[in-house]
């Protein structure tokens, strides 16, 4: 009896416990967490494309949705001159009051374009310039159309200019509005009044420059109008002098010019 307690009191042992020691075990779930960081970086790599191309989508929409949206609201704005009297005929043709009026517009200019309209068109001007507070939003305006007018005259922008301002080493875009010649004692300085925006189109700053200090670029008075409006967005990327282009439309090399 004694024999079979002693027996029964060893522990059983096996080869392959490595001194009774538990063998080693892989950390749990480590499988799943690499597929959950793989399904976490394909997510975000796919909310940052989709970012990306909506907002690509709104860039580009949203110039043409500005366009058409002006354009709707100009076209109406002409239509309703002449569509309520094609109204009051029984009517109805959704454009024809606007093509009225650009016809309207096109006989005004012949008309104004005459002796007759010209004096009219003068003693109007006359009238409206003695009229207070409207008097300066004639001014203003008539000042922005003769600027993009075909027929330049003496209130009209020249040319686009690029001067030195406000430092050497700096540019600023600018319109040539006159010439004028300061006489010295040596000799008699041209000079030009160049007309720098600073807010908008028409509050801004008048420089008299040399004219040998500015660069005429080769751009025209609607170009630089809209660099100026669009606070340089529409500016190309490449701008060359009026020189620069004469000279190699002629052939001849820029190094030869003194």
């Given at each position: 009896m004694a024999e079979e307690k002693e027996s029964t009191s060893i522990p059983l042992s096996h080869p392959d416990d490595n001194g009774g020691e538990d063998p080693p075990k892989s950390p749990p779930h480590s499988k799943s967490s690499s597929n959950s960081s793989t399904r976490e970086a394909c997510c975000f790599v796919l909310q940052s494309w989709v970012s990306k191309k909506f907002i690509t989508g709104c860039v580009v929409l949203f110039p043409i949705a500005v366009t058409f949206f002006i354009t709707w609201w100009l076209m109406q704005f002409v239509d309703g001159f002449f569509s309520p009297l094609y109204a009051h005929l029984g009517v109805d043709i959704f454009g024809l009051g606007f093509v009225t009026s650009l016809v309207f517009v096109f006989f005004v200019g012949v008309f104004v374009?005459?002796?007759?309209?010209?004096?009219?068109?003068?003693?109007?001007e006359w009238f409206i310039k003695r009229m207070p507070?409207?008097?300066?939003?004639?001014?203003?305006s008539k000042q922005?159309?003769?600027?993009?007018?075909?027929?330049?005259?003496?209130?009209?922008?020249?040319?686009?200019?690029?001067?030195?301002?406000?430092?050497v080493g700096e540019y600023a875009f600018g319109f040539i509005t006159s010439t004028v010649i300061l006489q010295r004692d040596n000799e008699d300085e041209e000079l030009c009044s160049v007309f720098v925006?600073?807010?908008?189109?028409?509050?801004?700053?008048?420089?008299?420059?040399?004219?040998k200090d500015i660069?005429?670029?080769?751009?025209?008075?609607?170009?630089?109008?809209?660099i100026?409006?669009?606070g340089g967005m529409t500016?190309?990327?490449?701008?060359?002098?009026?020189?620069?282009?004469?000279?190699?439309?002629?052939?001849?090399?820029?190094n030869r010019m003194v």
């Open positions: 374009s005459s002796w007759i309209g010209s004096t009219i068109f003068w003693l109007g507070f409207v008097k300066h939003l004639y001014s203003a922005i159309s003769a600027a993009i007018s075909p027929d330049q005259n003496t209130t009209a922008f020249k040319e686009v200019a690029i001067i030195h301002h406000p430092r925006p600073t807010n908008h189109l028409y509050i801004g700053d008048i420089f008299l420059v040399n004219s660069i005429r670029p080769n751009l025209s008075i609607r170009e630089g109008i809209e100026i409006v669009s500016m190309p990327q490449m701008i060359s002098p009026v020189e620069r282009v004469v000279h190699q439309n002629e052939g001849i090399p820029l």
